[in-house]
Nanobody, 124 residues
Framework: QVQLVESGGGLVEAGGSLRLSCAASGRTSNSYTMGWFRQAPGKEREFVAAITWSFGRKLYADSAKGRSAISRDNAKNTVYLELNSLKPEDTAVYYC?????????????????WGQGTQVTVSS
């Protein structure tokens, strides 16, 4: 199994920034792609960004392009999501997830391990 622990969420004013972290442990050899998703109250979980451990290939949701940056530190088994120019509508629980697939994917079904989530709240 792969264990994922997110951190870095919090309360921030509109226009501010946050850097979320996701530390992976356990059988990380079974993890080829890492993704970030978010779920706002009353809404479905949606894809934000993904990155491969090898080569660092990236994929972003259209809504995340230009305001988000995903990165990874292989030595620390940690993936980061930098959120900039935050808006109140970015308020959500942000989850990281691990996929055994080499291909970058935006569908939650492609990911088989999930963290517990970290709350991001953006005030207006």
């Amino acid at each position: 199994q792969v264990q994922l622990v997110e951190s870095g969420g919090g309360l921030v004013e509109a226009g501010g920034s946050l850097r979320l972290s996701c530390a992976a442990s356990g059988r990380t050899s079974n993890s080829y792609t890492m993704g970030w998703f978010r779920q706002a109250p009353g809404k479905e979980r949606e894809f934000v960004a993904a990155i491969t451990w090898s080569f660092g290939r990236k994929l972003y949701a259209d809504s995340a392009k230009g305001r988000s940056a995903i990165s990874r530190d292989n030595a620390k088994n940690t993936v980061y999501l930098e959120l900039n120019s935050l808006k109140p509508e970015d308020t959500a629980v942000y989850y990281c997830a691990s996929s055994p697939n080499y291909a970058l994917g935006s569908q939650s079904g492609a990911y088989n391990y999930w963290g517990q989530g970290t709350q991001v709240t953006v005030s207006s």
